[in-house]
């Protein structure tokens, strides 16, 4: 089982990044997908899911601002963050849904002026 997150970075409130997620083939092809993050102090939250069918749901919290997307033939699940605002700082984690017990080693988001 293998996650590699890639992608993050220090961004300006109001813009934009996509994060992406190389996931094994043993869980890309059986499972939904998800997005995480953990901010500082917080505990890790789900921020977004999708099927393999591409059926997706959202936290509230990022709603019409992220999308998650997925390509089945590269085993790699996507997020286009856009609307950024410090509140999403995190780092941002993939994982099957619901989450396996195995983390790859995340990507950091960093959104400040």
């Known amino acids: 089982v293998q996650l590699v997150e890639s992608g993050g970075g220090l961004v300006q409130p109001g813009g934009s990044l996509r994060l992406s997620c190389a996931a094994s083939?043993?869980?890309?092809?059986?499972?939904?997908m998800g997005w995480y993050r953990q901010a500082p102090g917080k505990q890790r939250e789900l921020v977004a899911t999708?099927?393999?069918?591409?059926?997706?749901s959202y936290a509230d919290s990022v709603k019409g601002r992220f999308t998650i997307s997925r390509d089945n033939a590269k085993n790699t699940v996507y997020l286009q963050m856009s609307s950024l605002k410090p509140e999403d700082t995190a780092v941002y984690y993939c994982n099957a849904y619901p989450s396996t017990v195995l983390w790859g080693q995340g990507t950091q988001v960093i959104v400040s002026s």
């Open positions: 083939g043993s869980i890309f092809s059986i499972y939904p």
């Open positions: 999708i099927t393999r069918g591409g059926s997706t």
